[in-house]
């Protein structure tokens, strides 16, 4: 059974940072890509980075030069750095991949920037 869970959330100050990890069971982690998606309040869910399984990165244009995804494929985890943090960078963080050609997503960690 995959299962993806997220953890790091929290409230932060603006300019503040916070690490997301996630936290994978049931697939051979090292083979997989993974992504990191938000979903603000009353928007859609958007795509935030991606990394490849040998390590290629990419990112919404919103968070190049601020945020960085890694993996740590003996801890079969994905983490999300996030630094500079803005307001709009508030909302619920989930990890996701796919296996078997279905989408697997995590339950989600929510990040709030506010002073």
């Known amino acids: 059974q995959v299962q993806l869970v997220e953890s790091g959330g929290g409230l932060v100050q603006p300019g503040g940072s916070l690490r997301l990890s996630c936290a994978t069971s049931?697939?051979?982690?090292?083979?997989?890509?993974m992504a990191w998606y938000r979903q603000a309040p009353g928007k859609q869910r958007e795509l935030v980075a991606t990394?490849?399984?040998?390590?290629?990165?990419n990112y919404a244009d919103s968070v190049k030069g601020r945020f960085a995804i890694s993996r740590d494929n003996a801890k079969n985890t994905v983490y999300l750095q996030m630094n500079s943090l803005k307001p709009e960078d508030t909302a619920v963080y989930y990890c996701?991949?796919?296996?078997?050609?279905?989408?697997?997503w995590g339950q989600g960690t929510q990040v709030t920037v506010s002073s």
């Open positions: 990394i490849t399984n040998d390590g290629n990165t």
């Open positions: 996701k991949t796919q296996h078997t050609g279905r989408d697997y």
């Open positions: 049931g697939i051979i982690f090292v083979f997989y890509p």
